[in-house]
């Protein structure tokens, strides 16, 4: 993969993917790139996951702070599409389509300095790009409704205590948190981490009995896959498993 024009797309090692978010205020070039980016993962079938993060003081700024229209495109609907594990390393601030962009990833690690808000409210606007359904899935509804209709940043231990970002470290050691998550996570087998995120995403619409279902399919058809035979041939010989995402 090749370095992007706004975009920096690199690769940590041959299985995980580092996006690295431009400091500017997105865009519609912005987002088109990203969704490009997005789908350049799916399709590459060596990444087993991959690590979002800003590069500036921010994780992503807020197209209210250069008067532009959030609702004109989406960056979190892409995100959302990866197929892989992705992890959002939080380096800054997550504001507005920020925050958006966070929840659309798996799990977060922030900065200790982060603080995360919907300020919309302010603007005479709601939160957009799915954050009124992502965030109350997440955290509550109690918390999301408090977060969005006030408008009001919480800091970094708030948003670990309530289940908005799942761990908490200094600015310096952000990334390379992440990159360490990103990397156990990207020798294991790319197919089971696929079935389990769509698992969890889809069985989150249904009822109990449908995602139970849904589990059960998912997980007789991993007995299928080479994967699911290397694992047992591993276990066995009590060696580390190479999985080929097959």
Excluded at 10 to 19: D, G, H, Q
Excluded at 142 to 170: F, N, Q, W, Y
Aim: hydrophobic share 45%; aromatic share 6%; proline share 5%.
């Amino acid at each position: 993969m090749n370095a992007k024009k706004a975009i920096i797309i690199t690769r940590e090692n041959p299985r995980l993917a580092v996006i690295t978010l431009p400091a500017a205020a997105p865009t519609t070039e912005f987002a088109a790139e990203l969704a490009g980016v997005c789908q350049e993962i799916n399709f590459d079938t060596a990444i087993r996951a991959a690590v979002i993060t800003g590069n500036g003081p921010a994780f992503c700024r807020d197209v209210a702070s250069s008067h532009q229209t959030p609702a004109a495109f989406s960056l979190a609907g892409p995100v959302a599409s990866i197929n892989c594990p992705v992890i959002a390393a939080i380096n800054g601030n997550a504001a507005g389509m920020g925050l958006e962009l966070a929840l659309a990833c798996d799990i977060r690690i922030a900065a200790k300095e982060a603080r995360f808000s919907f300020p919309s409210i302010w603007h005479g606007l709601i939160p957009s790009d799915g954050a009124t359904q992502r965030l109350p899935r997440l955290v509550g509804r109690a918390k999301a409704m408090e977060m969005m209709l006030s408008g009001d940043a919480i800091t970094a231990a708030d948003a670990l205590r309530i289940g908005l970002v799942s761990r908490v470290v200094p600015a310096e050691d952000v990334l390379e948190a992440a990159l360490q998550m990103g990397r156990e996570m990207a020798g294991k087998a790319a197919l089971a981490l696929k079935y389990c995120k769509e698992a969890v995403y889809k069985g989150l619409d249904m009822t109990l009995d449908q995602g139970l279902q849904l589990e059960g399919d998912l997980y007789f058809l991993l007995h299928t896959t080479e994967d699911r035979t290397e694992g047992i041939s591993a276990f066995k010989e009590k060696r580390k498993p190479k999985f080929k995402g097959k």
